[in-house]
């Protein structure tokens, strides 16, 4: 299934992109500092040479890309990985301690 990202989703102040193929290691890593860096966030990501407004699920590696986050809280972290899971970006970590976390990829870089 395919799902269709306009201009401007892609250009949304938390510049969110999309690379290839979800992973599933990383969790505890991103996890363990979200906390303490709330207001700046950037993880490790392999950029996709264009991105198009077309992309399969399959190919989502995800995300969550930004070489800076200004003043956003976990809240609003959260709220935008809910959104992709709900239309299927990403999924929530099943057997796990809190399970509000969701699967993340790379480290967080300071």
């Known amino acids: 299934m395919r799902y269709a990202f306009s201009k401007t989703d ?11 193929s979800l992973e599933h290691n990383g969790v505890s890593k991103a996890s363990s500092k979200l906390g303490v860096m709330s ?6 990501y392999k950029e996709l040479e264009e991105i198009n407004d077309y992309i399969s699920a399959e190919d989502f590696r995800i995300l969550f890309i930004s070489k800076q986050l200004p003043n956003i809280s976990i809240g609003t972290f959260y709220k935008y990985l809910q959104w992709l899971a709900d239309i299927g970006m990403v999924h929530r970590q099943k057997h796990h301690h809190k399970p509000d976390l969701f699967r993340a990829i790379g480290t967080i870089i300071t």
Do not use: N
Request: charged residues 35%; glycine residues 0%.
């Open 10 to 20: 892609r250009e949304r102040s938390l510049k969110i992109y999309i690379a290839a």
């Open 39 to 44: 207001d700046k966030i950037v993880l490790i």
